[in-house]
């Protein structure tokens, strides 16, 4: 069972553009949801996360949208660059720090 | 500054080897461990975690293995390797349970099984 569902798979924007990442859950007890960045050959890397008591949660071209009643939350990139391209994952888990459920990824294309 | 180190890096092993990574987390302590495995299309699976030396919980049921016989050590074991086996594996850490706690991954060991 797929406790944390991602759309698109992939995504190719223009430079300046802005880039979207759905994710939805299943499971009311998730009470954390980071997003992850990963580049090729390394691991993934903390980018932003955010709380079911927030609704939106913003670091530089970075930002969350959460929508508690319909268990979905997106990531946002604003002003997307070459150097954006990568893979995003969402994920959730019941509590910070513990294990994480991670969604299938979305690969960005960032064309110049 | 807390680090993690996974090795090897890369590894190429044939159907039926056994199998040995190892994960280090330096500048900590009591962190929390993961081992994840990551496929192509299938995203990141999370295959053990341990919250103490000697603590490991399983997620999936499979011919893999982990140990855990120091506070900052890590151990993904296999005795005999299977072609699906092959991934990208990733350790992780956190130091506990709270909103500054955020898991680090390390970068990972290729797999491939012939």
């Known amino acids: 069972q797929q406790q944390v569902k991602q759309s698109p798979q992939s995504l190719i924007v223009q430079k300046g553009g802005i880039s979207i990442i759905n994710c939805a859950y299943e499971?009311?007890?998730?009470?954390?949801f980071p997003w992850y960045q990963q580049f090729p050959g390394k691991g993934p890397a903390l980018l932003i996360a955010?709380?079911?008591?927030?609704s939106e949660k913003k670091e530089g071209r970075f930002t969350i949208s959460f929508n508690k009643s319909a268990k979905q939350f997106s990531l946002h990139i604003m002003d997307s660059q070459p150097g954006d391209s990568a893979t995003y994952f969402c994920?959730?888990?019941?509590?910070?720090?513990?294990?994480?459920?991670f969604g299938k990824g979305t690969t960005l294309s960032v064309s110049s | 500054s807390q680090t993690i180190h996974q090795w090897p890096a890369t590894l190429v092993q044939p159907v039926g080897s056994p199998l040995s990574l190892e994960c280090t987390v330096e500048?900590?302590?009591?962190?929390?461990l993961y081992w994840y495995r990551q496929a192509a299309g299938r995203g990141l699976q999370l295959l053990f975690y341990?919250?103490?030396?000697?603590?490991i919980s399983s997620e999936v049921p499979q011919n893999l293995s982990a140990s855990r016989p120091q506070d900052r050590q890590f151990i993904l074991s296999s005795k005999k390797l299977l072609l699906s086996d092959s991934g990208f594996y990733l350790c992780?850490?956190?130091?506990?349970?709270?909103?500054?706690?955020?898991?680090?991954f390390g970068n990972g060991t290729r797999l491939t099984v012939t």
């Open positions: 992780a850490w956190s130091a506990g349970y709270s909103y500054n706690s955020p898991l680090h």
């Open positions: 341990s919250v103490g030396i000697g603590q």
């Open positions: 500048g900590t302590s009591n962190p929390n």
């Open positions: 994920a959730a888990s019941r509590q910070a720090g513990t294990a994480l459920i």
């Open positions: 955010i709380r079911p008591d927030v």
């Open positions: 499971n009311t007890a998730f009470d954390y």
